[in-house]
């Protein structure tokens, strides 16, 4: 089962595969390919003048590209000059970033012409940082100072690459939230990577130098590090690199190019479906479809087999164990909601987290994992990396139940990351951005579960006594986090639940009673959820004196013209074009008749159910 041949140092397998299959296309995106052959020589001539430039052995060097071919040739370049890698979201923002940057200690940014203005920024006080910039080699002078990542690839350096890196040596540092809210740097080896990739990635889904691997995934996720980059270039596969996962381009893909391998995030199979059903679309040479991110349910899998023909291989994993930690089989059974059984040479414990002993089938226990693929640490933070491990045991922070016949079923997570469509989300760090704004007292943030998403983030916020103003807090949050951790929604709340021990009790929030003030997407259905206990959307106020109703205006414009004692509150009906009514509410409030009078609008036929067209304005949806 297990492929030993592929635990080898990467140059071993680049070099391999150059001199059996030179014009084989190894990787290709949507501007341009390279073959086996020159993703050995492109990624030997980068090494090479990476180390004449004096980035030395164990140097950290930021990988901030989108998904394009010059990401997987710089993962591998960095290798072949014994430097450590650290793949970074191009989608952070300057503080994030400049976070990143200073907590990894990188001395080389390798990017491109769009994010070099941002980056320039973010490294004006940063002098002793390096940047190689993608594209043609002029398009380098966006960043002064900054050398052509094409002249350094197309050139013979002057020195050799290092090609020296055990396989045991640090070679990544791939960053994730932490139960502090800061993200760390988990480092591992090319042992740690390739592992995981022969005991899982390869021989589990059949992974083989045949496939025609569509990836539309991030590159710089965990996921895509080890099964794509690695796997890949380890069996003498092909991918297509897309980015960004849209139905469209990916449906487009898998014609264009018979692709029989895919990966994606629930999310995303979702769209595919939904785009299959519409356009009779088949995949015929497709046969093999990993997801991340979270677990399919059984409609999702059910839908996806009869639309495409293909498995859905769920898994569970995590970045710190340098991808799966079970998996679902092509072959045998499928529980429902299950993420499957262990990885072959993985040892995996259900522990009760607070007395550290194993617990039964059935029974609710925190993952503790042990084996070669397990992170070396977390980077600089030796007490982070100490409370991980027990007795050689990673605690993974999340808990699960295992059935008699050993199937995982993940139930929550004492870590309690959100997880948006296979993005990871701290509620520490949405927290930090809204705590100190102005007319917030208190704040905590839940993920709250989403048909599409798997989850998303939402936070609920004690208002101080100056009030609360939603669009600023919005507007701080997309000012300082990255576009998928903005919450989706804000709620007004009395208090912050909490533990004995201060401790965010966030599994309490979705319960309480909680007043929505604000949609960070705009979506209207958000307004009309009545999925938890709702509280007024206004303050109480007394209750009101008279009330009267009205067969339209023009009656209670007769009733004031007659001099009858007008009520405290007029309620009318209304059954015509609503722009009419818009025109004649201006007229009222101009009336001083009416100055102490409130007014209530009832219209009938407001809300469709049934979807079919309204007559007109005054009997359409709202």
């Known amino acids: 089962m297990l492929r030993t041949e592929l635990i080898r140092p990467l140059p071993e397998l680049l070099g391999e595969h150059a001199r059996r299959a030179p014009r084989k296309v190894a990787f290709r995106d949507a501007r341009r390919s390279v073959t086996y052959a020159e993703l050995e020589s492109r990624t030997r001539r980068l090494a090479g003048h990476l180390a004449e430039r004096r980035l030395h052995p164990g140097d950290r060097a930021a990988i901030l590209l989108g998904n394009r071919v010059e990401m997987v040739e710089t993962y591998l370049a960095l290798v072949r000059a014994g430097a450590v890698g650290v793949p970074l979201n191009p989608r952070v923002t300057e503080a994030e970033l400049a976070y990143l940057l200073d907590d990894s200690g990188a001395r080389l940014v390798v990017t491109d012409p769009a994010h070099a203005a941002p980056l320039a920024r973010v490294l004006a006080g940063r002098p002793e940082v390096a940047v190689v910039v993608t594209g043609d080699p002029g398009?380098?002078?966006?960043?002064?100072?900054?050398?052509?990542?094409?002249?350094?690839?197309?050139?013979?350096?002057?020195?050799?690459?290092?090609?020296?890196?055990?396989?045991?040596?640090?070679?990544?540092?791939?960053?994730?939230?932490?139960?502090?809210?800061?993200?760390?740097?988990?480092?591992s080896t090319q042992r740690n990577c390739l592992w995981s990739v022969a005991a899982c990635y390869v021989p589990v889904p059949g992974l083989s130098a045949e496939d025609r691997v569509l990836w539309p995934l991030p590159l710089f996720h965990s996921l895509s590090h080890i099964a794509c980059v690695l796997g890949v270039t380890a069996v003498g596969a092909t991918a297509r690199i897309l980015d960004g996962f849209s139905a469209r381009e990916v449906l487009d893909a898998l014609r264009e190019d018979d692709a029989t391998f895919l990966a994606g995030v629930p999310t995303m199979y979702h769209h595919l479906v939904r785009a299959a059903r519409e356009e009779g679309f088949r995949a015929p040479h497709l046969r093999m479809c990993l997801v991340g991110g979270a677990v399919t349910t059984a409609a999702l899998r059910r839908s996806f087999e009869e639309a495409f023909g293909a498995p859905l291989l769920d898994a569970y994993g995590s970045t710190e164990t340098c991808g799966s930690i079970t998996i679902n089989w092509p072959t045998g059974a499928r529980v429902e909601g299950s993420c499957g059984l262990p990885v072959p040479g993985l040892g995996v414990r259900l522990v009760d987290p607070e007395t550290g002993t194993d617990v039964g089938a059935g029974?609710?226990?925190?993952?503790?994992?042990?084996?070669?693929?397990?992170?070396?640490?977390?980077?600089?933070?030796?007490?982070?990396?100490?409370?991980?491990?027990?007795?050689?045991?990673?605690?993974?922070?999340?808990?699960?139940?295992?059935?008699?016949?050993?199937?995982?079923?993940?139930?929550?997570?004492?870590?309690?990351?959100?997880?948006?469509?296979?993005?990871?989300?701290?509620?520490?760090?949405?927290?930090?951005?809204?705590?100190?704004?102005?007319?917030?007292?208190?704040?905590?943030?839940?993920?709250?579960?989403?048909?599409?998403?798997?989850?998303?983030?939402?936070?609920?916020?004690?208002?101080?006594?100056?009030?609360?103003?939603?669009?600023?807090?919005?507007?701080?949050?997309?000012?300082?986090?990255?576009?998928?951790?903005?919450?989706?929604?804000?709620?007004?709340?009395?208090?912050?639940?909490?533990?004995?021990?201060?401790?965010?009790?966030?599994?309490?929030?979705?319960?309480?009673?909680?007043?929505?003030?604000?949609?960070?997407?705009?979506?209207?259905?958000?307004?009309?959820?009545?999925?938890?206990?709702?509280?007024?959307?206004?303050?109480?106020?007394?209750?009101?004196?008279?009330?009267?109703?009205?067969?339209g205006l023009a009656a209670l414009e007769a009733s004031a013209a007659s001099g009858e004692p007008l009520p405290d509150v007029a309620v009318i009906s209304w059954d015509a074009d609503v722009r009419d009514l818009a025109g004649r509410l201006e007229a009222w409030a101009a009336d001083e008749r009416f100055a102490g009078v409130r007014l209530a609008v009832v219209t009938r036929g407001a809300v469709a159910v049934d979807g079919a067209a309204a007559a007109d304005a005054g009997r359409a949806p709202v």
């Open 139 to 187: 398009e380098s002078a966006v960043f002064p100072g900054a050398a052509s990542f094409e002249a350094l690839a197309g050139t013979e350096p002057p020195v050799p690459p290092r090609d020296d890196l055990g396989l045991d040596d640090p070679a990544w540092m791939l960053y994730t939230s932490g139960t502090t809210g800061r993200p760390k740097g988990v480092v």
């Open 363 to 551: 029974a609710e226990g925190e993952v503790w994992v042990r084996g070669p693929s397990v992170m070396t640490g977390y980077h600089n933070q030796p007490e982070a990396t100490a409370e991980a491990f027990r007795d050689g045991w990673y605690r993974t922070g999340d808990l699960a139940r295992r059935d008699a016949a050993g199937y995982f079923t993940i139930t929550g997570r004492i870590k309690e990351l959100i997880i948006r469509g296979g993005e990871n989300i701290h509620p520490g760090e949405v927290e930090e951005v809204l705590r100190g704004r102005r007319g917030v007292a208190d704040v905590a943030v839940a993920g709250r579960p989403h048909e599409v998403l798997g989850e998303v983030p939402v936070a609920f916020v004690v208002p101080g006594p100056e009030g609360l103003d939603p669009e600023a807090l919005f507007a701080a949050c997309r000012e300082r986090l990255a576009y998928f951790k903005v919450p989706e929604e804000l709620y007004e709340i009395d208090a912050v639940p909490r533990t004995a021990s201060g401790k965010v009790a966030r599994r309490l929030l979705l319960e309480r009673p909680a007043r929505l003030r604000a949609t960070g997407g705009g979506r209207h259905e958000s307004l009309l959820r009545v999925d938890w206990i709702p509280l007024p959307s206004l303050p109480s106020r007394p209750a009101p004196g008279r009330v009267a109703s009205f067969p």
